[in-house]
């Protein structure tokens, strides 16, 4: 069992272009999460989404939209990004008995 | 809303001594507090947590204390080694759901040989 896995680890983009970063889990969880990580700030919710077909805003979401693809993929895109969206992106779904969250491996992003 | 402050920022500790990290809560009405560690280049992972109708819960080296009158609970390492160190990140959060966890900026822990 892989857990959660994402794509791309690491991926540097000028400002204004757009990508999507990709999610998937095999733990058969419903809810699945997409927090960044900036130093000094703890990890901060962008958009969650608490079963398929159902995503919502988090503290953090302007500049970004997601999809839940199905239940076991979620994805974030960044339509035009912006130096401020430069952070480590994790992935995560959350146990429904135990509360625990698995995180992805995380995906570093630069916009120049 | 919710807001979680922790401290210290960043600790330093000789092996084989305790270390302490602590954390404050706003809204009184959380009842979820997870800790999550952080190894250099890795994930965060869940190394323990405790609901708040326990005061202390211990998990070999590790334990967790929780003061619900004061809003604050706080991270206890002894014998620390090595492999302890890492960035460590408190929550609070109302619910187990992971929409509601709000977490603290981090300590790194440093433990020296």
């Known amino acids: 069992n892989a857990g959660v896995t994402q794509t791309p680890k690491f991926q540097v983009l000028k400002t204004g272009q757009s990508m999507t970063l990709q999610c998937a889990q095999d733990?058969?969880?419903?809810?699945m999460y997409w927090y960044r990580q900036d130093p000094g700030m703890g990890l901060r919710l962008i958009y969650y989404s608490a079963s398929e077909g159902t995503t919502d805003k988090g503290e953090v979401p302007n500049g970004y939209n997601v999809s839940r693809l199905n239940k076991r993929e979620f994805s974030l895109r960044l339509e035009s990004a912006a130096p401020s969206q430069t952070s480590v992106y994790f992935c995560?779904?959350?146990?429904?008995?135990?509360?625990?969250?698995?995180f992805g491996e995380g995906s570093r992003l630069t916009v120049l | 809303g919710e807001n979680v402050e922790q401290h210290p920022s960043t600790l330093s500790v000789q092996e084989g001594d305790s270390a302490v990290i602590k954390c404050t809560y706003s809204d009184s009405a959380s009842n979820y507090f997870p800790w999550y560690k952080q190894e250099l280049g890795k994930r965060p992972q869940l190394i323990i947590d405790?609901?708040?109708?326990?005061g202390e819960k211990k998990d070999q080296r590790i334990a967790v204390t929780l003061n619900k009158t004061a809003k604050h609970f706080s991270l206890h390492i002894t014998e620390t080694q090595p492999e302890d160190s890492a960035v460590y990140f408190c929550?609070?959060?109302?619910?187990?759901?992971?929409?509601?966890?709000?977490f603290g900026p981090g300590t790194r822990l440093s433990v020296l040989p």
């Open positions: 995560a779904t959350s146990s429904e008995n135990t509360g625990e969250l698995f």
């Open positions: 733990m058969n969880h419903n809810s």
């Open positions: 929550a609070a959060s109302i619910t187990w759901e992971g929409q509601n966890f709000v």
């Open positions: 405790i609901r708040s109708n326990v």
